[in-house]
């Protein structure tokens, strides 16, 4: 008996002791009844719960594991590229999109656009202030009303510029009416930006506003109060377009400026003249907003006082009277213009270069070919700028070389001119420019790549359009 207590002593004291130590102790033997083994996870389903909680730090890492282990399937490339965007890291992004769609397929626009407005909104808080600028410019030219919550931030930005190009571009988002940051921005410090955001809540019909817009035309005689009659216009106020023609002829050349400015933009019938004679004004600066002006405005009646700045004292003067003449769309224009393409100086000749590609004159592009090769980076970019206003593929050359230029400006602004042509054609040469070294030609491609895709949806959406369906 008792030594069959012993036994079952023992045995009770083995089984404890067992169970506390692991089984690697007992040369790793297996227990008794086995664990159930675990089903391993795909890294497919492991990164996309990851990216279903927001853990795109996690995704990274599991496609950069596959990546050293073995060829990753497309399902995580494709969560990986998706997530580098959330992460504003669009440079990595890119180097995963050759994988998703290789180059022998058709760009896909879903993907391509998301990858183009990640290279702009990652930049939005860049510690560069030219940087943040380009982004902003970026965002305003392509009006994408989802960026509304990156516009309102840029409203609190410390440079006063990007602030102005936030507003516009809320404004050109269709955004202005409904955001009450942009309406507390007429009270900004900077009478720069209180301008954009006059400008953008007018042209947006937020007549809520008329009442601050009307005490600020009373505040002085300056170049915000102009803007700010310039709104009540807009809003209806025709007493108001009387103060601008007479602001046209004050003393101070800035308020004349901006008078003339925004008489070009409302573009109403009465005017004209004034802007007419404003092309004769002592002060060239206001000579060329006159020019500027007229070819805005676009009434065939302002062709004699822009030939006449053909044959200004000043540069700058002939170079935008002549690419103004191009805007009217006048046929006889081309004669007028053909001279200036001999001019002596480079940015006169890139004008030259505009007003005849609006005429349709293609020819120009030879010319524009020549100036792509000046010596002066300014005239280069100059050449670029003129360009935009081509619709023929033979431009798409001398941008392509541009966009190789040694100095950025010129690679900025064949990026800005290839968006604003937006054949098909330029998404590769664009695509390309989203691996510039300067940030800001990364951002202006990828505002490029945007609008050439909108404007392809655009026009999609109208060919498929019913006949009879209202626009």
Known sequence: MTADRSIIGTLCLFLLVRALIPASAFGGQADLVSAPKRTPVSPEREASAAFKNSDYDRVTRLLESARMESKPSRELIRLGFLSYLRLGRPEEALKLYPRLVPASRSDDPGLL????????????????????????????????????????????????????????????????AKSGALKRVLRDETPAVRIAAINALAEARATDVTEELTQLARRDEGPESIFALAGLVRFGKS????????????????????????????????????????????????????????GEFGDPRGMAPLVHAL???????????????????????????????????????????????????????????DLAKHSDPSVRGAAAQALAAATSPK???????????????????????????????????????????????????????????????????????????PC
């Open 239 to 294: 007493d108001a377009l009387i103060d601008i023609m007479n602001a046209a002829t004050l003393p101070d050349p800035e308020a004349r400026m901006a008078a003339i400015g925004v008489l070009g933009r409302l573009k109403r019938p009465s005017s004209l003249a004034v802007l007419s004679q404003a092309v004769y004004d002592p002060d060239p600066s206001v000579r060329a907003f006159a020019a500027g002006a007229l």
């Open 113 to 176: 656009r998301q990858l183009a407005l990640s290279f702009i909104t990652s930049r939005v808080r860049d510690p560069q202030e030219h940087v943040r600028i380009a982004a902003y410019t970026a965002l305003a030219e392509i009006g994408e009303p989802e960026t509304a919550p990156v516009l309102e931030d840029g409203l609190l930005d410390s440079s006063v510029f990007v602030r102005a190009r936030a507003a516009g571009a809320i404004g050109k988002a269709g955004l202005a």
């Open 395 to 469: 431009a798409l050359p001398v941008l392509e070389a541009l966009l190789r230029d040694q100095q950025p400006l010129p690679r900025l602004m064949a990026a800005k001119a290839l968006g604003k042509i937006g054949l098909p054609d330029v998404i590769p040469l664009l695509k390309k420019g989203l691996e510039d070294t300067d940030p800001a030609v990364r951002i202006a491609a990828a505002g490029g790549i945007i609008e050439v895709l909108s404007r392809g949806k655009a026009s999609k959406k109208a060919r498929h359009r019913p006949r009879g369906s």
């Open 311 to 369: 044959e200004d004292e000043s540069a700058r003067v002939r170079g935008i009277a002549a690419a103004s003449l191009g805007r009217l769309g006048l046929a006889d224009a081309r004669g007028f213009i053909i001279p200036l393409t001999r001019d002596p100086v480079g940015h006169v000749r890139a004008g030259a270069v505009e007003g005849l590609l609006r005429l349709g004159d293609a020819t120009a592009v030879l010319v524009a070919a």
